[in-house]
């Protein structure tokens, strides 16, 4: 999942940003809400964090522009303004979620999860293809029942291919959300990690659930090709 954190002071953006992405999220970053806009019209995001304390223009008006130019990724609104009427604000301006600084990361996180959940339309904590289940919320995979240690990215990469099940994946719309805007267009890694599922999920199983598609990408079907 990709997301956008819009945050001007550094040593915040830092930290949200370091432990987002421990989390196995790829994140961008922008300090202030016109450059927030001009990435939101250039990139496919799943989701944006955004302060309303911002330089250029402030976090309700990215939120309104942003809205009224069609996007219909989750908003969640951060700012220390914690009165009723700045919430309504925020609200109306499009946001999704209103959250209160100063506020533990945890609960950040959850608001995340529930956030990306809903998205444009509900997505369940328990995915089942064939004998492979994932369950989102405690980041566990099993196939067959046998527990399948992956790493973040990883498991990011097998969510993203699990939502999409069937769907045949360009290189390019993998890269666009499962890694940040610092990937490398001409680099092999998403071969790579394609390769590594395939060896954790994949080996000893009569039914291999990763498939190529020569000149267009990779899909997750639990359908066997002939």
């Known amino acids: ?5 819009v945050e001007d002071e550094p040593a915040a953006a830092q930290m949200l940003a370091k432990g987002l992405r421990e989390q ?38 990215v939120c309104r ?10 908003v969640l609104m951060l700012t220390a303004r914690d009165t009723v009427d700045d919430r309504i604000i925020g609200l109306d301006a499009g946001a999704d979620d209103y959250l209160i600084k100063p506020f533990d990361f945890r609960e ?6 529930a956030l990306l959940r809903r998205g444009e339309t509900l997505h369940p904590e328990m995915i089942k293809i064939n004998d492979l289940e994932i369950d989102t919320r405690a980041r566990r995979v099993t196939r067959a029942r046998r527990n399948i240690q992956l790493t973040v990215k ?33 680099s092999n890694l998403i071969d790579v990690y394609i390769q590594r599922l395939r060896r954790k999920i994949d080996d000893g199983h009569e039914v291999k659930l990763f498939q ?5 990408g990779y899909v997750l079907t639990p359908v066997r090709e002939s």
């Open 24 to 61: 196995g999220y790829a994140i961008d970053v922008s300090a202030d809400g016109e450059m927030a806009l001009y990435q939101t019209s250039i990139n496919d995001y799943d989701l944006v964090i955004l302060d309303v304390m911002l330089p250029r223009k402030d976090g309700f008006e």
């Open 108 to 113: 950040l996180l959850a608001r995340t999860r």
């Open 1 to 5: 999942m990709r997301i956008l954190l």
């Open 154 to 186: 990883e498991y990011a990469l097998l969510e993203y291919m699990a939502r999409n099940i069937d769907k045949v994946l360009s290189r390019a719309e993998i890269a666009e959300h499962v890694w940040d805007e610092n990937f490398d267009v001409f």
């Open 65 to 74: 522009e942003m809205r009224a130019g069609g996007s219909v990724f989750p």
């Open 212 to 216: 190529t598609r020569r000149g267009e």
